[in-house]
């Protein structure tokens, strides 16, 4: 998270991973529909509802959090004990790492090939598992490179937890940006708990609207935990959580448009460049290239020095030769950054 909280913000921010923020005040909230009541409310039920409806799952499925950040947290709470062997994909969002580590767990790897895409490979998994293995933990769409897990090979992994009795966790942050509309894993059996927010692809960062889809019972001791943690979310987040669901369609707005507009700009880009390798972007808000230049913290402290522009560095991914950059800003602008990211690897050269 070093970079996205101690770094000064650039006007060119490639780091981003999120939508522009979205602007509640474009809705028509009351300040009455924020009315607290004097009431806590345990588990909100019209919030659990809206997130029932939209995922279409029951609503004893759906457990609240802080963000996807508490949902990953109170969710390996609940599936990893100390000493657990938990399997992680690699690269992956260092966050995820962070909670099984704190929770005591065993890591393992699995790669995921750079030179495929990134994509997941269900043997690589396999060869990767043992039977001691209590929980396997990924991202889809993937952080950094975005590629998209479909069913057949979510499946497989499903499979292949079940075979050992271990669980799937899924943080699927980012899966609304994908091109083509997938549903979450948490439909593919009883072996998976998926992870989301309001946060990444919905502008609604400062919401903290996460939550964790998983069997009843698994979500029953995850609300047990939650108790642990906070208790109740703050109601007045919760309530304008509602307020953006009833209105998605204006939350989503011409995000999706905007997103398939700059990625084709980048794919342009990266192809154009011989300094740079990536399989052409087709989901999500982030890339993750290949920068043939060497370590890109070089390139990162040279952006942020002479153009006002930054990128995360591969190192925070453990892969220093890859840089991940975000689509997730106005076209013009994002012209603008990647104007300067050329002069940059110019620079460099
Ligand atoms: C994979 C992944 N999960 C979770 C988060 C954090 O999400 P939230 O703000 O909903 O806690 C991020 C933010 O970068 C992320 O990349």
């Not at 029951?58 to 599936?79: C, K, R, W, Y």
């Not at 946060?199 to 069997?215: E, M, Q």
């Amino acid at each position: 998270m070093h970079w996205a909280k101690f770094k000064r913000p650039m006007r060119y921010a490639l780091t981003g991973s999120e939508m522009p923020h979205f602007r509640m005040d474009s809705l028509p909230i009351r300040i009455a529909d924020l009315e607290l009541d004097g009431a806590s409310h345990p588990r909100y039920q019209p919030l659990r509802e809206a997130i029932a409806r939209r995922y279409e799952v029951s609503i004893d499925q759906v457990v609240a959090a802080d963000g996807t950040s508490m949902a990953n947290f109170v969710a390996m709470a609940t599936l990893i004990s100390p000493g657990d062997e938990v399997l992680v994909e690699q690269p992956t969002y260092e966050p995820l790492l962070g909670a099984a580590s704190f929770l005591g767990a065993n890591i393992k790897r699995f790669g995921r090939k750079a030179a495929e895409g990134f994509r997941l490979d269900p043997a690589i998994v396999h060869n990767a598992m043992s039977d001691r293995t209590r929980l396997i933990i990924l991202t889809n769409l993937h952080n950094p490179s975005s590629a998209l897990a479909k069913e057949p090979e979510l499946r497989a992994i499903g499979q292949l937890a079940s075979s050992i009795g271990a669980r799937v966790l899924i943080d699927e942050v980012y899966l609304d940006s994908a091109a083509s509309l997938q549903k979450s894993a948490v439909h593919l059996g009883p072996e998976f708990v998926c992870t989301n927010s309001l946060t990444k692809v919905y502008g609604l960062s400062g919401l903290r609207c996460g939550w964790i889809l998983a069997t009843p019972e698994l979500a029953e001791r995850m609300w047990r935990l939650n108790d642990l943690f906070g208790v109740n979310q703050a109601h007045p987040a919760e309530r304008l959580a509602c307020i953006a669901f009833e209105n998605i369609d204006r939350v989503i707005g011409g995000g999706p448009a905007m997103l398939a507009q700059n990625r084709e700009q980048w794919n342009a880009f990266a192809e154009a460049r011989g300094d740079l390798q990536c399989p052409p972007a087709e989901h999500g808000i982030t890339a993750f290239p290949r920068w043939l230049g060497g370590e890109t913290q070089r390139l990162d402290d040279h952006l942020r020095e002479r153009y006002d522009t930054s990128v995360v560095a591969g190192r925070w991914f453990e892969m220093p030769d890859h840089f991940r950059l975000g689509f997730g800003m106005p076209t013009a602008d994002f012209e603008e950054a990647l104007a300067r990211l050329a002069a940059s690897l110019d620079d460099l050269q």
